[in-house]
């Protein structure tokens, strides 16, 4: 029995900021499994990647991460991401696409968590959800279930199967601009309940540098975005790594709160360079603290 599995494709990335281009890994899967490498759980990733990016995988092994193939894919998916100065805001692009995940794939994996994190509408079927929601707690990231692409263009679009599926989503993590997809409303409060309605239990919106918001069907928690001591380098990855320290403190039995600023607080130190979160549970504490000193402080 895992603490927690992660299900969803490993990316090529091509990155372009206003200060460089970057080739590399990425994905859900990619940044959530990086980010909880250090942390003390038992941990497994299943993912699918084409042979040519074998090496992705072995990386992961490499750092301890236990990683299945559910099998080799033709194609690795290939992104490439185009953000703004902000940081808040990109435009994508999608190569190549890989092979759908299949409900036999998942037959003999059994966790107290399992998070999804489908990069495009067909990666894992309504079925699959289903299926996991009898072994374990889901949480997914809507995220990929919005993706419409047309000639290597990503569009947002609605999900047809939304209310059939959240209803086996006990964590749904969505930012802004998907929550007001799913729900028809740009307002955070309305859009929670909403999704409360559906079926989902605990529902995490993401709103960039303006923080997040956590609903639980009885109040709203309400998460600052901390302030990087350095500087914003490369946001690619920010919300996977807040999904990842999110789950990991709702895993060790910490409220919605707690789970939230943790979460923040790790979201913040992956932001200050290029590639995943890879410190450790010490490493995002103190930050925590010393945010949170500073935000009484003033500094």
């Known amino acids: 029995m895992y603490d927690i599995c992660c299900i969803g494709h490993i990316t090529h990335d091509k990155v372009v900021t206003k ?4 080739h590399m890994a990425g994905g859900t899967s990619f940044y959530f499994s990086n980010a909880l490498r250090n942390m003390s759980l038992k941990y ?3 993912t699918s990647v084409g042979k040519q990016e074998m090496h992705f995988v072995e990386d992961l092994l490499d750092h301890g991460i236990e990683v299945r193939l559910a099998r080799l894919s033709e194609h690795t998916v290939y992104f490439e991401n185009n953000y703004a100065q902000d940081q808040d805001h990109r435009t994508q692009r999608v190569l190549r696409r890989s092979d759908p995940f299949k409900s036999g794939d998942f037959k003999h994996v059994d966790a107290r968590f399992f998070h999804l994190g489908p990069l495009l509408a067909d990666d894992i079927p309504v079925e699959i959800i289903k299926q996991l ?3 374990g707690k889901v949480s997914l990231d809507v995220q990929g279930y919005l993706r419409k692409v047309e000639n290597q263009k990503v569009f947002a679009v609605d999900w047809a199967e939304k209310k059939l599926a959240l209803q086996y989503v006990s964590i749904l993590k969505a930012n802004e601009f998907e929550m007001e997809v799913l729900t028809g409303s740009a307002d955070v409060k309305k859009s ?3 999704l409360f309605e559906w079926g989902v239990r605990e529902i995490v919106i993401t709103l960039g540098s303006r923080g997040s918001v956590i ?12 302030s990087p001591v ?3 380098v490369d946001a690619t990855g920010c919300g996977d790594t807040y999904m990842s320290g999110y789950l990991y403190q709702r895993f060790k039995g910490a409220g919605l709160q707690k789970a939230g600023e943790f979460a923040a607080a790790m979201a913040t130190l992956k932001i200050e360079s290029s590639g ?22 003033g500094m």
């Open 19 to 22: 200060k460089s281009v970057v």
């Open 44 to 46: 497994l990733l299943l």
């Open 133 to 135: 929601s009898e072994k």
């Open 192 to 194: 929670a309940r909403i």
């Open 215 to 226: 609903y639980d069907g009885l109040r709203f928690y309400h998460v600052p975005a901390y």
């Open 230 to 232: 350095i500087s914003v």
């Open 276 to 297: 995943p979160f890879m410190g450790s549970e010490n490493d995002v504490c103190s930050f925590l603290a010393t945010a949170k000193e500073r935000a009484v402080f």
